[in-house]
């Protein structure tokens, strides 16, 4: 039996090695803007739901607790506009990698099924169709599927890695085209919060989908909202009978949420105060970023909402990768998400506000 590994990419990030070496070499110390971490502290009050529910002797509930459930659709209602959920289409999940990763598996796809995803796109879409053994498409053009049906389409705005932003007509096209096909629709919306020069929108937002949420599947996380990527906190939302099917099989596989993680979510998902706090911090330091990289000459694109810039000085992005290690800053190549992106690399705001100050110097120099 060939070992599950063989199927799969090298993971993207073991390729920095040498560029990693150069940079933390710096006599300054590295800037690591490579990975989208959070390094801010986590929010009083949810540290406290946490330790209060820390006396949690049974297991959590796969589905999640009723009032999880209940504060993931008045957050989403409240923040993003978004009518019409019922609490039971809300599925609590350990990260939303692990629900990207393995949802095609999840939902019975095979090598018959096709699953398409972004031309730039994060890798795990199609680590997780591979796992399922299902053949993938990227593609951002629904022209360039013609007559075909695919099992899901996987959309992302704001983008990572780009930060680009799909409008409410181009998803609604997506929608519409969807529907007339069968075809589940799963939009990764970790960054919807983060809007700057451009405000997202769900695909389950009502000016989208017509509050009809039959075919969709909304993933949020509270990683970077919340500062909870060491939490592992996510759910995903939307098609009832979809997620009812999720459940089902996720109660086979122990995939539950800790109690006292899910108890850190309500008081997350409950206080805006802490989430506006966290966006101003990246706000600021994308503004900083953002100025220093155009005064070093590169050239950003799209980037107007999330968590990240998408910069280019229009050569090869390993030749810009070991420029940048060499000023002791680190980033991620354009490679990694797809062809398109082998002439720019991805800058993340999730650095501390001195080291991306010390990135801001370096660059202007």
Known sequence: ????????????????????????????????????????????????????????????????????????????????GITGLA???????IGTKELIAWLPTLLGLAAEDLVVVPELAYPTYEVGARLAGSPVLAADSLTQLGPQSPAVVFINSPSNPTGRVLGVEHLRKVVGWARERGTLVVSDECYLGLGWEEQP???????????????????????????????RAGFVTGDAAVVAELLAVRKHAGMMVPTPVQAAMV?????????????????????????????????????????????TRGEPCRDTLAWLAERGILVAPGEFYGPRGSQHVRVALTATDERVAAAAERLSQ
């Open 1 to 80: 039996m060939a070992p599950l590994s063989a199927s799969l990419p090298v993971f993207p990030w073991d390729t920095l090695a040498d560029a990693t070496a150069t940079a933390r070499a710096h006599p300054g110390g590295i800037v690591d803007l490579s990975v989208g971490t959070p390094v801010d502290p986590v929010a009083p009050v949810i540290r406290e739901a946490l330790a209060a529910a820390s006396g949690s002797p049974g297991y959590p509930t796969t589905a999640g607790t009723p009032v999880l459930r209940a504060a993931a659709v008045a957050a989403l209602g409240r923040r993003y």
């Open 201 to 231: 929108i769900s695909v389950l937002h009502p000016s989208v989908c017509d509050g009809e949420h039959t075919g969709l599947l909304a993933v949020h996380s509270l990683s970077k909202s919340s500062s909870l990527a060491g939490y």
């Open 267 to 311: 008081a997350a998902l409950g206080d805006d105060a802490h989430e506006q706090e966290q966006r101003g911090r990246y706000a600021r330091r994308r503004d900083v970023l953002l100025a220093a990289l155009r005064s070093a000459d590169f050239t950003v694109d799209h980037s107007e909402a999330g968590l990240y810039l998408w910069a």
């Open 87 to 93: 609490e039971h289409a809300v599925l609590p999940v």
